[in-house]
Every structure is written in structure tokens, then in C-alpha cells.
């Protein structure tokens, strides 16, 4: 992203934002708004953006489409809260929010504390490095043996890591926007990500370049690692099962359309 919509990002990320308590008529859903094309921050209003409540902008996304998708269906409002990616089980736990919609992985140390749904995207695994570096023309992991690579903190991309041989396992950033700075910057020389998040990535910083690996040259990972779901309190369990009835009529191709367009459409 360009520097400008960064420090934008970054900004409203640290805003605080007023406590909230949900109604019969509303559902509060918990994200970072800072992680394109999942979810992202913008100022302006837009068909698909929801405002963010106790902050100046308008959070937008594939997580908010598929919010925005589970409260018509359940006939609630739905209310956004941007909340960092460290904070968001614990305002799930305080009730301060009902559901996380942010790119979550279900892994099994999670689910001790949250209930999850049913996958709402799938993706592959891919790294992002500058054009201009020694490891652009990679197609393995071997390729990166020595490499300087980091991702973001407290997710399951910073476990991969420790698989790239020789690897200089960087200490793992809170936002994406900061893994772009490092690797624009040289600090390091790689960035761990999901598949649309590189490609929104590399659309607004044409600098870089994603790189894919084939079918057994990349990350060794688990069908769950390479899924998002819903949160929810484990004590909800009504509210799990009628998300995940809703999810169940969502088709693949209407994910993957839902997803091109929330690409298309992400600021620069």
C-alpha cells in the first residue's frame, strides 16, 4: 500500500474506540480493518463499507461482505468495531463484541477459548519479496535458505517460518502494512501471506512480487491453516449454528466472486 493509506491505517488502528453493547437488533462484529482484501480502513462511504463505530472511517472488505451477509440473514444491523489482532478474543470473551470476521484461522489452541464456524475462504500459502531481490526468481522454500523473513504476530503465517532452511526468522510485526514497510524498506526480505492478501499487496506496491510455490516446494500446512472461520463464544451456540447454516448456502463460486471484487475495489 502507498505510504500514505499506511500511516491512514495505522492511525485509526491505535483510535479507541467507545465501548458498545449489542441489541436484539444488532450484531457487533470485531476486525482489524488493516488487512486488504479481508479488510481494510477507508474515509469515504461506500455501498459495501460499514462505518466504524467511535472512529472516522468506514471499514470495507471480504470479511465485511460476508458479515454484512450473516446479519441480513439473521434480519440485525450490523456494527463494526476495528479492534487490533491481539485484542480481538478478549473483546469476544467481555462480550464487547459478538463474532470476529477477520481472516481467523481455526487451530486447535484457539478453539480451547472460541467456537468457530465452518470456513468461510480458502487460500494457499505465498511469500512477497521486492522485484529487484536475489529471491524473486524463487520457487521453493530451499530457495530462501538464509533469507531475512517475517510475518505478522500472533497468527499461524509466523509458525511457517522455522521451515525455510538456514531461515533468520525476523521478530513478527502486529500489521501488514508494517511486513510491507520491512520488506520495501530492506529489513527484511521476505513476507509470509495468504494468497489475496499478496495480491492486494503487490497491486498497490509494484515494486513487489509475489512468490508461488508448486505442490510440495512450499509451506507444509494443514487443510485448517489454510482456512478462515468465524469466532464466536463457545457459550453461543445457537447463534454458531444459524452462521453456519448461512454459510452453507454461500457457494465457492460466490466466495471467489465476493473476493475478485473486494480486490478490485481496495484503495490504493
Known amino acids: 500500500m502507498k505510504k500514505i493509506l499506511i500511516g491512514v491505517m495505522i492511525s485509526l488502528a491505535l483510535a479507541a474506540c467507545a465501548p458498545s453493547t449489542s441489541s436484539e437488533n444488532t450484531i457487533i462484529v470485531g476486525l482489524e480493518c488493516d488487512y486488504a482484501p479481508f479488510n481494510w480502513t477507508q474515509l469515504e462511504a461506500s455501498e459495501t463499507s460499514v462505518k466504524i463505530e467511535g472512529n472516522i472511517g468506514y471499514c470495507d472488505g471480504y470479511d465485511i461482505t460476508i458479515a454484512r451477509q450473516i446479519a441480513s440473514e439473521l434480519g440485525k444491523t450490523l456494527v463494526v468495531k476495528q479492534i487490533a489482532w491481539e485484542g480481538l478474543e478478549p473483546a469476544l470473551a467481555s462480550k464487547e463484541i459478538d463474532m470476529i470476521v477477520a481472516g481467523m484461522t481455526d487451530t486447535a489452541e484457539r478453539r480451547q477459548r472460541v467456537a468457530f464456524t465452518a470456513p468461510y475462504y480458502a487460500s494457499d500459502m505465498v511469500m512477497v519479496v521486492r522485484k529487484d531481490s536475489v529471491f524473486a526468481s524463487a520457487t521453493s522454500l530451499a530457495d530462501f535458505t538464509g533469507a531475512k523473513v517475517v510475518a505478522q504476530r500472533g497468527t499461524f503465517h509466523d509458525s511457517l517460518v522455522p521451515q525455510i532452511p538456514s531461515v533468520t526468522h525476523m521478530t513478527p ?13 530492506l529489513e527484511a526480505d521476505a513476507l509470509v501471506s495468504e494468497n489475496p492478501v499478496a495480491i492486494s499487496i503487490v497491486r498497490n506496491n509494484p515494486d513487489l512480487t509475489i512468490i508461488r510455490f508448486a505442490q510440495g516446494s512450499g509451506f507444509t500446512t494443514d487443510v485448517e491453516d489454510t482456512t478462515v472461520s468465524v469466532a464466536l463464544r463457545q457459550s453461543d451456540t445457537e447463534l454458531l449454528a444459524s452462521i453456519n447454516a448461512i ?21 490504493e
Not at 173 to 185: D, E
Not at 250 to 256: A, G, L, T, W
Open 173 to 185: 510485526l502486529a500489521t501488514f502494512p508494517l511486513l510491507v514497510n520491512s520488506v520495501m524498506s
Open 247 to 267: 454459510l452453507a448456502n454461500i457457494s465457492s463460486e460466490q466466495r471467489d466472486t465476493w473476493m475478485a471484487d473486494a480486490i478490485a475495489r481496495q484503495p
